[in-house]
């Protein structure tokens, strides 16, 4: 039995999100994406899953979720592959990683956040061309990046 893709990246296309006034002083000129940030974080919260208020990063903005065994967060900003573009992807981004002298299962608790993000943009009739894809398939030779 294979496994299934560890998807961790979404990217897509909506005129729901436009930046605040001013919003890229907190990061860097043409980042955004603070309203989108706070949409992800009503929409982790109402799925039962803790976590912090947006922070401003240069690059976008990002979202730490409140796990005790190892830290995740969503990142989420402008994507200029395409006009309205954006772009979330959730840390870590592989299915185990080592803390100390102990490999971690992250898969669990990086899916419900991923479950929690497709539910609250598949909901939302402004999202287009919405597109999962793993770490490597977004980084990787053929990726979007």
Not at 1 to 28: C, I, K, Q, W
Not at 67 to 94: Q, R
Not at 108 to 133: C, F, I, T, Y
């Amino acid at each position: 039995m294979t496994e299934a893709p560890f998807l961790t990246h979404v990217e897509f296309r909506s005129d729901l999100f436009p930046p605040y006034d001013g919003e890229d002083a907190e990061t860097n000129p043409g980042r955004y994406g603070k309203r989108l940030a706070e949409f992800l974080v009503a929409a982790v919260r109402k799925a039962g899953i803790a976590c912090k208020e947006p922070i401003a990063e240069d690059w976008g903005w990002q979202i730490k979720v409140e796990n005790e065994a190892f830290a995740i967060w969503i990142g989420c900003g402008v994507y200029e592959e395409y006009e309205n573009g954006f772009l979330c992807f959730i840390e870590p981004t592989t299915p185990t990683i080592r803390k100390l002298f102990k490999k971690i299962d992250t898969r669990g608790p990086v899916e419900a956040v991923r479950r929690a993000m497709d539910a609250a943009l598949k909901g939302e009739r402004g999202v287009k061309d919405m597109r999962w894809s793993t770490h490597e398939e977004f980084n990787g030779p053929g990726g979007s990046s």
